[in-house]
């Protein structure tokens, strides 16, 4: 594909006021920690809401969905949709009291909740482990789709321009720090949105309008025997496994990169930027509503679209079924194809910027700063900071290059922390949970997902495989897999936890005063003179955010594919949970005092 | 910010009725410019 001068120009004027916004706030940034890793904890709601639905927005997640949707229908998106119920848990258990703890990154939680020498080995580990290979890998991949979209659109010529933007992303973001970061991601966002809707409203029209469509890929379906429209996934006789794990274990065991149990990694880092605690949670609703509700659908109807216009997709390898997206848009007219190029850019560069800032934090303040110079002024840690950020750059540019292990250790990286979810909710909830609690799940969890990777056929596998046939699943490799992990990383940091000793009495007071967690706390609360009570009012906020998310999310399918009344009905029953969840979310004393 | 909002979102428009070929096409990619100065204003007024 050739682009058009006009074409060139807007993606060349999106990228000036990209680095313009970026390098604007360079001067705020250089101030201080507090300044450069969170905004001088003065972000509102809006704005880290958008900051974290821009980071999770990556260029090759339409990619993904464009894929899942080809191979499986829309129900194939339960595969992620599922993370939303945790989601909605961070939004009413849990952004709060990251807001309250007050620490500048996720890993630094553990110096506030654990004691001793287990406490500081764990900080240092998890500093170097997400810092580093975390990082570089997920750079690495971002980088490597953006890559495999540009060749599939432009053939080699692209990757001088993709480089040239990565340069520009990188240069901006050292200099800028979160400041730069969330108010390019705001834009950034806006552009991947308009992006993505421009182009499934081309699709749909090169697929012949949305009716037919619909009866298009109603008629791919029963040839080949899926119904690719419906959001449930075929049930039959037997419940698919997969489908079971994703609905009632993946969302609070699987430490997923941007869908963490009780919050981590980036979002973790917005929570603490967050004005005060209501800020922080009304900014992770936004971010939950605009992450499961207005996101999927323009990329499901590109996909669905892809199907009809591409003869003999549903039969393709993973890899062709997503490049469907990229080639979709050979369809556009000039100048409206240099918007959606601009709009891939933006989804690439959000993700970029916070993964390299984020990992900055880690080795800055979780490493550098406790273990190797305690006691600098605020601008040695600023520059020193730059530096961290810049070499994580260069790093993960480079992992870009080891293609095929890349994609390996991601998965790797995926499954080594499959477990580990129930601890990190927990750790907020219970006083009993300490350092070695954690370092056993984290140490069960890898030493079982590669027990599993060199051995994956042996008698455990096979007996739980069985059991599971026999108490009616249609049973998956994968299903079993999480569900092994799941229940001995589990029992594992269950029993380390009550073999160890609890932690240091002050350190817990200290934290139940600071945090307010409420829970199960009896000794600490004791000690206190003054216990917090876990209300009822978030639990039924929980179960509120979930019902408005499923329901707006469908809802707005049924009034796509113009099913008016049911689609009318479901968006009122989201509008009414909406309305119930403000009210809670209004009344609630979320500083805990 | 505010800015950056408005320079996406006027030459969005302008490309919207130069460039596009079908009418559901313009409305998108009008519909879309108007959400970005509207944004763009809001920041602005939210900064004052």
């Known amino acids: 594909m050739k682009l058009a001068v006009v074409d060139w120009l807007f993606i060349g004027w999106y990228l000036v006021l990209s680095i313009a916004i970026g390098l604007y706030y360079s001067k705020r940034a250089g101030k201080s920690i507090?300044?450069?890793?969170?905004?001088?904890?003065?972000?509102?709601?809006?704005?880290?809401?958008?900051?974290?639905?821009?980071?999770?927005?990556?260029?090759?997640?339409?990619?993904?969905?464009?894929?899942?949707?080809?191979?499986?229908?829309?129900?194939?998106?339960?595969?992620?949709?599922?993370?939303?119920?945790?989601?909605?848990?961070?939004?009413?258990?849990?952004?709060?009291?990251?807001?309250?703890?007050?620490?500048?990154?996720?890993?630094?939680?553990?110096?506030?909740?654990?004691?001793?020498?287990?406490?500081?080995?764990?900080?240092?580990?998890?500093?170097?482990?997400?810092?580093?290979?975390?990082?570089?890998?997920?750079?690495?991949?971002?980088?490597?789709?953006?890559?495999?979209?540009?060749?599939?659109?432009?053939?080699?010529?692209?990757?001088a321009a993709l480089a040239i933007c990565l340069g520009l992303t990188i240069f901006y973001t050292t200099l800028s720090g979160l400041w730069g970061v969330v108010a390019t991601d705001m834009l950034l966002f806006g552009v991947a949105m308009a992006g993505s809707i421009i182009l499934s409203v081309v699709s749909v029209e090169k697929a012949g309008g949305i009716g037919a469509l619909v009866d298009a890929v109603k008629a791919a379906g029963a040839a080949t025997g899926k119904d690719y429209l419906s959001v449930i996934p075929p049930l039959g006789r037997a419940l698919p496994l997969a489908f079971f794990i994703a609905v009632f274990v993946q969302w609070w065991a699987v430490y997923y990169p941007g869908a963490e149990p009780g919050g981590g990694g980036w979002s973790a880092q917005r929570m603490l930027a967050a004005k005060d605690p209501r800020h922080a949670v009304k900014g992770t609703l936004w971010f939950t509503v605009a992450n499961y509700v207005i996101r999927p659908w323009p990329w499901i109807l590109t996909a669905l679209a892809a199907i009809v216009v591409f003869p003999g997709l549903t039969g393709a390898a993973p890899g062709e079924m997503e490049a469907a997206y990229p080639r979709m848009i050979g369809f556009l007219p000039k100048g409206l194809a240099g918007i959606i190029i601009a709009s891939l850019f933006a989804a690439f560069m959000s993700t970029i910027e916070s993964i390299v800032n984020l990992s900055g934090s880690f080795l800055l303040n979780d490493f550098y700063r406790p273990f190797i110079k305690k006691d600098a002024s605020e601008k040695h840690y600023v520059a020193v900071s730059r530096v961290l950020v810049l070499i994580i750059s260069l790093l993960g540019a480079g992992f870009s290059y080891v293609l095929g292990s890349v994609k390996m250790g991601w998965q790797l990286v995926m499954e080594l922390s499959a477990g580990i979810g129930l601890v990190l909710l927990l750790r907020w909830y219970w006083w009993r949970v300490n350092a070695w609690s954690e370092i056993a799940a984290l140490g069960a969890s890898a030493v079982t997902a590669i027990t599993l990777k060199l051995v994956p056929d042996n008698p455990v596998v096979r007996g739980l495989g069985r059991t599971l046939e026999r108490a009616g699943f249609a049973v998956d490799a994968w299903g079993v897999k999480i569900l092994l992990i799941v229940a001995v990383t589990t029992v594992a940091w269950m029993a380390a936890t009550f073999l160890t000793k609890p932690d240091d009495e002050a350190k817990l007071l200290a934290f139940y005063r600071k945090v307010r967690p409420g829970g199960a706390w009896g000794p600490i609360a004791k000690l206190n003179g003054r216990s917090y009570k876990l209300q009822a009012a978030p639990f039924a906020g929980w179960a509120l955010a979930v019902v408005m998310i499923f329901f707006l999310l469908f809802g707005l399918g049924r009034i796509i594919f113009r099913d008016w009344g049911p689609g009318a009905a479901y968006l009122a029953a989201g509008g009414l949970a909406a309305f119930g969840l403000s009210r809670i979310i209004a009344k609630m004393d979320w500083e805990g005092q | 910010m505010a800015l950056g909002f408005w320079g996406v979102g006027l030459p969005l428009g302008l490309f919207g009725i130069l460039f596009c070929e079908t009418t559901a096409q313009r409305l998108t990619v009008l519909a879309l410019a108007s959400v970005f100065l509207v944004v763009g204003a809001l920041i602005g007024k939210a900064k004052r």
């Open chain 1, 34 to 159: 507090s300044e450069y890793f969170l905004s001088g904890r003065s972000l509102p709601w809006w704005l880290l809401g958008t900051s974290m639905v821009a980071t999770s927005f990556s260029s090759d997640t339409p990619l993904a969905v464009t894929g899942i949707v080809v191979k499986d229908g829309v129900a194939g998106n339960w595969l992620w949709w599922n993370f939303m119920l945790g989601g909605a848990l961070t939004v009413l258990f849990f952004a709060h009291l990251w807001r309250r703890a007050e620490v500048v990154t996720e890993v630094e939680f553990i110096a506030i909740r654990y004691s001793g020498r287990p406490a500081r080995f764990l900080r240092g580990f998890k500093a170097l482990y997400l810092g580093i290979p975390v990082s570089c890998i997920t750079f690495g991949w971002v980088t490597l789709a953006m890559v495999r979209i540009i060749q599939t659109v432009f053939g080699t010529s692209g990757v």
